[in-house]
């Protein structure tokens, strides 16, 4: 059985087209993002996310945390493309939009 899936978006090639990726492990990661990002400034830098994060995704999707380097970008590069969360510059820092 093949595993469903989601297109998702790059900001950084917004000229791409949207790239099919895993829809579970995509929901996941996207859960637990929403739910550790704050929703103000100066929001988290990649390391406090990730830190975050790790404790709410699904040990059976991502055995001992592999791969969750790759899924937390890629989902924060689409909800950037979405305008869903806000990137702050000098230093790298994430929040939800408004």
């Not at 493309?81 to 510059?89: C, L, P, T, W, Y």
Request: hydrophobic content about 45%; proline content about 10%; overall charge positive.
């Amino acid at each position: 059985m093949k595993a469903e899936t989601i297109l998702v978006e790059n900001v950084a090639s917004p000229d791409s087209p949207p790239r099919p990726v895993n829809r579970e492990k995509y929901e996941a990661t996207r859960e637990a993002v929403m739910a550790a990002l704050p929703t103000a400034e100066p929001g988290l830098s990649y390391a406090e996310l990730k830190a975050a994060a790790l404790p709410r995704l699904p040990e059976a999707l991502f055995p001992g945390g592999q791969t969750v380097g790759w899924w937390l970008k890629c989902v924060q590069l689409d909800l950037e493309a979405k305008g869903v969360i806000v990137r702050h510059s000098k230093p790298l820092r994430w929040y939800r939009a408004a």
